[in-house]
């Protein structure tokens, strides 16, 4: 499906915007600190109920205002789909599908896929495990109902574990917990090991055809870090779960001392070799741009084929952070039949033809 309105009130520094367009690419242009990347952040906003900026989801309604509102229309081979997001204050967030409220937040985001490219995502192989995770799961969650309810309740129960740590709870008060975090922690661990390996099989080629033959791995290590094997790479949940349940009580002491839990799948990692080499020690900034491209483009088909439709892209000012080669790889993914919004605060990094079928949308700030 393809986003044909986006409006927005009181979102960020916008009172009142809305935008219409029946193109395939449609380019916000703007200077710094206009808003560009505000709309980004409402579409992500209304279609997955995630925001790559990862807020204090109050702050984005509108200094003074009662509430936010980001509304939607998308079209495609079923009837148009309109979705309303509503943010008060204090951060408490609703729905509305086709004029009907919707409680559960994947009930109300199953609609429109999105994939987010951003410069912090060229920081994916050197930046913090929990940014690779977190990828990871944002995919994971459009893709899988099942899966976006399995990473909402482990991190639930790993909350009220780490609490009881904290205040150094008694083993009995901790056991249903531990019993918890392996049922749940072990589903979590199979369903993002999956993920990874279709995720690797779509990357691979395409980072070795742009870094001229260099070879990728990827694997995902998990709580006993690089010298894993056994049960961490399982994708039998039983097995997993006898791992989980024997890594508990060997790391109990560890977990009391510290306060906090150290087993299970938040403390996996998406860890990329790029020929012999550990990518976070030994990668040039350009096989990390590369890595980071890769990756994205791997987003984009396999959400096309678990899904059968092609995601939304939302690109916030990456142009001016790749070269010249990159920026053209970047330019054919988009060339491809697959709805693009881009920020930039210039066109000269596109090419006419990429132009002449973009609509190009000046941003000078929020207004009425």
């Not at 150290?262 to 990692?269: A, E, I, K, M």
Request: hydrophobic share 35%.
């Amino acid at each position: 499906m393809r986003i044909t309105r986006i409006e927005l009130r009181d979102f960020r520094n916008y009172r009142s915007w809305k935008l219409e367009t029946q193109h395939a690419l449609t380019i916000l242009i703007g200077p710094n600190a206009a808003g560009k990347t505000n709309v980004l952040e409402a579409i992500e906003s209304v279609s997955t109920g995630r925001s790559f900026r990862s807020p204090n989801w109050g702050d984005v309604v509108r200094w003074g205002a009662d509430q936010a509102v980001v509304s939607t229309t998308a079209e495609g081979k079923r009837t148009p789909v309109h979705a309303e997001l509503t943010v008060t204050p204090d951060g408490r967030r609703s729905w509305r599908v086709d004029s009907q409220a919707r409680r559960r937040v994947h009930d109300a985001t199953r609609f429109v896929p999105v994939v987010v490219f951003t410069p912090e995502d060229l920081m994916l192989v050197r930046g913090p495990a929990e940014r690779r995770r977190s990828g990871v799961d944002g995919l994971g969650d459009q893709l899988s109902a099942t899966y976006a309810t399995l990473r909402r309740e482990y991190a639930r129960v790993l909350r009220q574990k780490n609490a009881l740590l904290k205040s150094e709870s008694p083993d009995a008060t901790l056991g249903p917990w531990n019993e918890q975090i392996i049922r749940l922690g072990a589903r979590l661990h199979v369903h993002r090991r999956r993920l990874v390996r279709r995720l690797t099989a779509a990357a691979v080629p395409v980072y070795e055809g742009l870094a001229c033959g260099e070879t990728l791995t990827v694997e995902m290590r998990g709580t006993r870090g690089p010298h894993e094997g056994g049960w961490e790479s399982e994708e039998d949940i039983s097995v997993v779960e006898n791992g989980l349940r024997e890594e508990l009580a060997r790391r109990r002491e560890d977990e009391r001392a510290r306060g906090v839990s150290l087993v299970g799948p938040h403390r996996d990692d998406v860890v990329f070799t790029i020929g012999e080499h550990d990518a976070r020690s030994f990668a040039s900034q350009g096989q990390q741009r590369t890595l980071a491209l890769a990756w994205k483009w791997a987003e984009v088909t396999v959400v096309r084929e678990v899904l059968g439709t092609e995601p939304v892209l939302l690109l916030d000012d990456v142009m001016s952070e790749l070269d010249a080669s990159r920026r053209e790889a970047l330019a054919d993914l988009v060339s491809k039949d697959i709805q693009t919004f881009i920020t930039t605060t210039t066109t000269s990094y596109f090419d006419e033809s990429l132009l002449e079928r973009a609509k190009i949308v000046p941003v000078g700030g929020g207004c009425s």
